[in-house]
T-cell receptor
Framework: SQTIHQWPATLVQPVGSPLSLECTVE??????LYWYRQAAGRGLQLLFY??????ISSEVPQNLSASRPQDRQFILSSKKLLLSDSGFYLC??????????FGPGTRLTVT | LAKTTQPISMDSYEGQEVNITCSHN???????ITWYQQFPSQGPRFIIQ???TKVTNEVASLFIPADRKSSTLSLPRVSLSDTAVYYC????????????FGSGTQLTVLP
């Protein structure tokens, strides 16, 4: 099976602190990977996508960054969190017919 | 990217058939139509995908008219557990294209 892992599941961080969220994918090679953020009661906002190691495309300029150090690993980072960074962060991989499969998500609260 | 328009919310009763329509007037020739279901605090789950006419799987049916400017997700005999947000997405295959999630349709199934 092709499973997506995300950790941590929940995180509470103060404003100005750094952030690192990790996503790993099992069972597939060289998947296209995506980071989304969902604010409370809202739809999903695409943040980054990657077609391979070291290849990152950013959709929304902000204080977040992404990296793909390994084929099945996708990391979302920030040097200094803002209150507006609070939300539900989802990692997804692309399927054969360009549908997307999502991980369990990380709930981030910036205080 | 083709923009989609869906009703914000719908109510139904257990055992009824539910049809959720999505408008995508500027859909491109190579765009596919994909529907997702999302429960609170979970990532969206792929339901069904189609290009034209009708697609059916064990969960739902997707009806797409000839002009492809809209699509209808049909859920047969809904139950309380079908209460969720349903998203319609339109995106191109053939590349790692980003997919934009709208606000979705909140379906509430009543007993």
């Amino acid at each position: 099976s092709q499973t997506i892992h995300q950790w941590p599941a929940t995180l509470v961080q103060p404003v100005g602190s750094p952030l690192s969220l990790e996503c790993t994918v099992e069972g597939t090679s060289n998947p296209n990977l995506y980071w989304y953020r969902q604010a409370a009661g809202r739809g999903l906002q695409l943040l980054f996508y990657s077609v391979g190691i070291g290849q990152i495309s950013s959709e929304v300029p902000q204080n977040l960054s992404a990296s793909r150090p390994q084929d099945r690993q996708f990391i979302l980072s920030s040097k200094k969190l803002l209150l507006s960074d609070s939300g539900f962060y989802l990692c997804a991989r692309q399927g054969l017919s360009y549908e997307q499969y999502f991980g369990p998500g990380t709930r981030l609260t910036v205080t | 990217l083709a923009k989609t328009t869906q009703p914000i919310s719908m109510d139904s009763y257990e055992g009824q058939e539910v049809n959720i329509t999505c408008s995508h007037n500027n859909i491109a020739t190579n765009d596919y139509i994909t529907w997702y279901q999302q429960f609170p605090s979970q990532g969206p789950r792929f339901i069904i995908q189609g290009y034209k006419t009708k697609v059916t799987n064990e969960v739902a049916s997707l009806f797409i008219p000839a002009d492809r400017k809209s699509s209808t997700l049909s859920l047969p005999r809904v139950s309380l557990s079908d209460t969720a947000v349903y998203y319609c997405l339109v995106g191109a295959s053939g590349s790692a294209r980003q997919l934009t999630f709208g606000s979705g349709t909140q379906l509430t199934v009543l007993p």
